[in-house]
Structures are given as structure tokens and as C-alpha cells.
């Protein structure tokens, strides 16, 4: 059962970022009454969102029903799943489990997440390129996906999942970036899942999800309010080349992350 939220839950997003639609897509899987307060990603270290998240990154909460403003991606989600999962559908009340589903969550938040953003940030954005920098962040990436692969693999064929024998919001997690993976690599999306098979087949369950598939919905309305393309480059620039270019001539400071 989940106890919906009287009013709904507002989600501060800037869109083009993975981090938002992990906290929208439990919400979507949840059923959660929420709405999205999407701004440009520009302003994020500015007011009115810095004073929501001093830190001044994406996500951020604010729960009128709870009277709570909550930042970082992974206390939202435990958040939700304590406030309002309360069969805990998406979550176990046993210790082991509890703590599994936990400690999977941290791994996704210190390990997966920043290296997938920092590889991403020297593949794209950065305005040299320094291969050195995309090779040690790549390697990184390729290591998460052969730690996932290894837990996987070893799983009953009907119950791949990373704790106990369903999804969990803790296998939601890793979606957004893997989600990425061909562009933070460049590489096809046959190339990025070389030698981690089950992780692929995992992540491309959860992708069919109709709450996964309603988030990137969400996304792309979002995106396209704000004249961005699927990619996060603006309208109007042809290839993400072009965009590159642009951003280390100084054109652009809006470099999506
Ligand atoms: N650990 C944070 C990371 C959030 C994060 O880095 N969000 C990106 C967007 S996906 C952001 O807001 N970046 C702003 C910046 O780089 O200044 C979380 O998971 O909530």
C-alpha cells in the first residue's frame, strides 16, 4: 500500500541531469501525488533553489504534508520509501535485506554516480581534452558495471535483482545513469554492456517500466520547454561536436551535468 501525499510533493529538477529522474521515477512507481518544479540549469547555484539546497544540486524536495525539505538524491528515495511505501513494496523490513538494499544504495551514490558524472564531465564539457582523465574515469565505470555484474550473474535466473528475489528501489537507482551509459562512454549500446550481460538484461527490465517510460516523458517535455534537445544541447546545434566546440570557446556556460 502506499499512503499518497495529500498535497503534492514538490520535486525541484533542472532536467537535462540524471540525478532528478531517480527521485521521479520511484515517485511515478510509487503513484505519488508530486509535482515538477523544473528550472534552467543555469540557475542552480543560484536563489531561489539555493536557499532550498544550500549545495545548490538537483534534486531537492519539499514535502507539505510533512512539513520536510530534503536534498541529496539517495535521502530522498529512502525518505519516500519510508514515508509513503508502506508495505514496503519496493523495500524489505528484515535486517539483512533492509541493510543490502542500503548499502546498494550508498554504492550507487559515492560509486556509481560521481564517476559516470566525472567521465562524463571530461568526455563533454570540459574544455580540453585530456584522454588520461576520460581513460581512468571510463575504466571506473566499466569496474561498477563488473561489480553489478558479478552479483547478478550469481542470482537465480528468475530473480536478478540485487537483494532478495524483487526490485527494489535500490535497483532503481542505478537506472538514470546506465540510461546514459552510450553517451558518457561514447560508444554504441551494444559496445557499453561488453562483458556485463546480466547487468544489461536488469537495467533493460527496468526501462520497460511504464514509470520509467512516464519519466522520460516528463523529460522530454521538460527538455523541450526549455528549447533543449534530448542530449541537453540547445536547439539548433547540430551534433554534440558542434556543442563541445562552443563550450570550450567560452559560448556556452550552460554545460549540462
Ligand atoms: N549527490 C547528489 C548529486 C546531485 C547532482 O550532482 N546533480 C546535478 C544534476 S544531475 C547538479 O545539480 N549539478 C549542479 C552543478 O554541477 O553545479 C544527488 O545524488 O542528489
Given at each position: 500500500m502506499t499512503a499518497n501525499a495529500s498535497k503534492p510533493i514538490r520535486v525541484w529538477i533542472t532536467?537535462?541531469?540524471?540525478?532528478s529522474w531517480k527521485t521521479i521515477f520511484l515517485r511515478e512507481e510509487l503513484g505519488l501525488n508530486y509535482e515538477i518544479k523544473a528550472f534552467r540549469?543555469?540557475?542552480?547555484?543560484?536563489?531561489p533553489f539555493i536557499d532550498i539546497n544550500p549545495n545548490g544540486r538537483v534534486p531537492a524536495i519539499e514535502d507539505p504534508n510533512t512539513d520536510l525539505t530534503l536534498w541529496e538524491s539517495g535521502a530522498i528515495s529512502q525518505y519516500l520509501i519510508e514515508e509513503y511505501d508502506l508495505d514496503k513494496r519496493l523495500a524489505y523490513t528484515s535486517l539483512k535485506e533492509k541493510n543490502l538494499c542500503n548499502q546498494w544504495l550508498h554504492f550507487q551514490m559515492s560509486g556509481q554516480g560521481p564517476y559516470y558524472g566525472v567521465c562524463s564531465w571530461f568526455q563533454h564539457l570540459h574544455p580540453e581534452k585530456i584522454p588520461s582523465a576520460i581513460e581512468r574515469y571510463a575504466d571506473q565505470i566499466k569496474r561498477v558495471l563488473s561489480v553489478l555484474e558479478s552479483v547478478l550473474v550469481a542470482k537465480p535466473a528468475d530473480a536478478q535483482w540485487l537483494v532478495g528475489d524483487k526490485m527494489t528501489y535500490a535497483n532503481m537507482a542505478f537506472v538514470p545513469w546506465n540510461f546514459r551509459l552510450s553517451e558518457v562512454l561514447v560508444q554504441s549500446w551494444d559496445e557499453v554492456w561488453e562483458g556485463t550481460p546480466h547487468v544489461r538484461a536488469w537495467h533493460e527490465r527496468m526501462i520497460e517500466l511504464p514509470s520509467w517510460k512516464r519519466s522520460m516523458e516528463h523529460r522530454a517535455r521538460c527538455m523541450d520547454e526549455q528549447g533543449l534537445q534530448w542530449n541537453g544541447?540547445?536547439?539548433?546545434?547540430?551534433?554534440f561536436t558542434d556543442y563541445e566546440v562552443k563550450i570550450a570557446a567560452g559560448e556556452d556556460t550552460t554545460a549540462k551535468e
Open positions: 532536467p537535462p541531469g540524471p540525478n540549469f543555469d540557475d542552480v547555484k543560484k536563489k544541447a540547445p536547439k539548433g546545434i547540430e551534433t
